[in-house]
């Protein structure tokens, strides 16, 4: 049985840090592409930031620059470093797994695994 869970979300103020760590079990983490994706009320769920099992990393616009992926295959684990962070970041934030994902990696309905999510609320 898959499952992924999501950790590490709070409510910080604009301009602080936040780290999501993503975790996955019952699959070969290493053949997955791993996506962290979010949704504020409201709005669709979009993509934030994606590691490809091929080892490529990829960021929104929105995101880059401030958000960093690191993935570590021996732990199953995918951590969102989140700095300088702004209101407009207010959402729940989902860690995905999918084994065939195209390579732009954001696309929601190609992953096949998803967490439950953790919320991130900044203040202004």
């Not at 996506?35 to 709005?43: M, T």
């Not at 401030?66 to 209101?87: E, G, H, V, Y």
Request: net charge neutral.
């Amino acid at each position: 049985q898959v499952q992924v869970a999501e950790s590490g979300g709070g409510s910080v103020q604009a301009g602080d840090s936040l780290r999501l760590s993503c975790v996955a079990s019952g699959l070969i983490f290493g053949r997955y592409t791993v996506g962290w994706f979010r949704q504020a009320p409201g709005k669709e769920r979009e993509f934030v930031a994606g590691g490809s099992w091929r080892g490529g990393t990829y960021y929104a616009d929105s995101v880059r620059g401030r958000f960093t992926i690191s993935r570590d295959d021996a732990k199953n684990i995918m951590d969102l470093q989140m700095n300088s962070l702004k209101p407009e970041d207010t959402a729940r934030y989902y860690c995905a797994a999918g084994a065939y994902v195209s390579a732009s990696l954001n696309r929601p309905q190609e992953y096949d695994y998803w967490g439950q999510g953790t919320q991130v609320t900044v203040s202004s």
